[in-house]
């Protein structure tokens, strides 16, 4: 819903970066066991870069090593039908403490995961936009959330400031 949100609250990614080549596959409530049993669908579309924003609704249910590793899978399902294909990973935000309360160490997990990952890899870039939402407490700064666990605009500014450095130019 992060990724869908987007579309709800800034228009579309196109209009958030001011592009005209994106295209956003997000579902709300999806976790990364959704994602990977639809990744065909958009492997099969000859991307030239994909974008993946996703762990936090796994959260609950899975450990950061099990959502960083279906996320290789998706990735190596769509690096298989795309060759050449580049890969950017967005950090996974923190919450404010009305989720996960005590856990927000997951998060900081996941995104060393998903950093770990794309260093070893020249296809895959991490983006990681958590250093600017997370609080001194360790939490969400709540300014930058509409209910603890999606970006508002402000937000989504912050991914509209870092994310471009990461995508290839349009054709």
């Not at 994909?50 to 899975?62: P, Q, R, Y």
């Not at 770990?116 to 930058?144: H, M």
Request: with cysteine; aromatic share 10%; proline share 5%.
């Amino acid at each position: 819903s992060i990724t869908q949100n987007v579309l709800y609250n800034e228009g579309d990614f196109n209009t958030l970066l001011g592009r005209k080549d994106c295209a956003n596959y997000g579902i709300g409530s999806q976790t990364t066991v959704h994602m990977l049993g639809r990744i065909d669908a958009i492997a099969s579309r000859n991307y030239r870069q994909l974008v993946i924003w996703c762990g936090i609704n796994d959260m609950g249910s899975s450990t950061p090593e099990q959502i960083a590793g279906r996320v290789e899978q998706m990735i190596d399902i769509v690096r298989a039908a795309n060759p050449g294909i580049r890969f950017t990973i967005i950090s996974v935000l923190p919450t404010t403490d009305a989720f996960f309360r005590g856990a927000q160490h997951r998060m900081v997990e996941l995104n060393d995961l998903y950093r770990a990952y794309a260093d070893a890899r020249e296809d895959v870039s991490f983006c990681d936009v958590y250093p600017y939402f997370v609080g001194e407490d360790g939490y969400c700064r709540p300014e930058l959330m509409i209910d603890g666990l999606h970006p508002n605009s402000a937000g989504y500014a912050i991914l509209r400031e870092h994310l471009p450095a990461h995508l290839l130019p349009e054709e």
